[in-house]
């Protein structure tokens, strides 16, 4: 398969290159700087160097032509203004699935974050900080645009994301609002990010979880065994 991830750079991204490049696939890895790609091309990708705060639709889906999967796992990151999660965590998530429709690409996997159900409807929940709130706010925009999409979409919402050496041991549930549009509270946990990169390994691997949002931290269950459950 050939697979483009956005935010190639992060942890999780490479941890998911090294995964996909090992099983045979090609990986292209999106870039904002030249800098990252000796990283990129040690873990097997061809990096590309694009600014998805900036891109055009036609630009980036130029990039995605022949892929079969395309991963969103840019971020602002730490320390990032209410504009940049903004314009990475929201804006550039629809920009990749703008592309990804433009150019045909059957499936997308969104990395996005437990707890983004707090901020629907608008709450603001007691104790969540200010950049926090902003955060969530942005993912759950990311998702709300992509699930009305005629994509095979998966999200993913990882719990507290650590350093960590992986276990290979995780929790896989189905999450987001049910049938009715009621929310039920996401158990708390955290997770390697070695791990969720397994997952979407695995999601990637199978086409499991096609139209689902999931819940992820550690569990007991093997990444495979997980992922099985949403074929």
């Known amino acids: 398969m050939r697979i483009v991830i956005a935010g190639g750079h992060g942890k999780i991204a490479r941890s998911l290159t ?5 099983a045979g696939h090609t990986v292209l890895g999106l870039i904002r700087s030249e800098e990252q790609s000796a990283d990129l091309l040690l873990d097997g990708a061809e990096p590309v160097v694009l600014d998805l705060e900036s891109s055009s639709v ?3 889906a130029a990039v995605l032509a022949g892929a079969d999967v395309a991963v969103f796992a840019a971020g602002a990151g730490a320390g990032s203004g209410d504009a940049r999660k903004g314009t990475v965590d929201l804006g550039a998530s629809v920009l990749l699935a703008d592309a990804a429709e433009a150019a045909g690409v059957p499936r ?11 901020v629907r409807d608008g709450a603001t929940p007691d104790g969540v900080p200010a950049d926090f709130l902003a955060y969530l706010q942005a993912k ?11 994509l095979a979409w998966t999200i ?23 049938e009715s ?6 158990p708390r946990g955290s997770i390697p990010r070695a791990d969720v990169a397994a997952v979407l390994a695995e999601l990637i ?16 269950a093997s990444v495979a065994e997980a992922v099985e459950i949403f074929a």
């Open 108 to 118: 997308f996997l969104q990395i996005s974050s437990t707890g983004a159900d707090l």
């Open 181 to 186: 549009g009621a929310v039920h509270p996401e």
């Open 58 to 60: 036609d630009a980036l």
């Open 205 to 220: 691997r199978t086409g499991a979880g096609a139209r689902t949002t999931l819940h992820l931290i550690s569990g007991p």
């Open 156 to 178: 993913v919402r990882p719990g507290t994301l650590t350093d960590d050496e992986p276990t290979g041991l995780v929790r896989l549930e189905r999450t987001g609002p049910d």
């Open 140 to 150: 759950l925009g990311a998702e709300i645009d992509v699930v009305d999409r005629d």
């Open 18 to 22: 090294r995964a996909l490049t090992g």
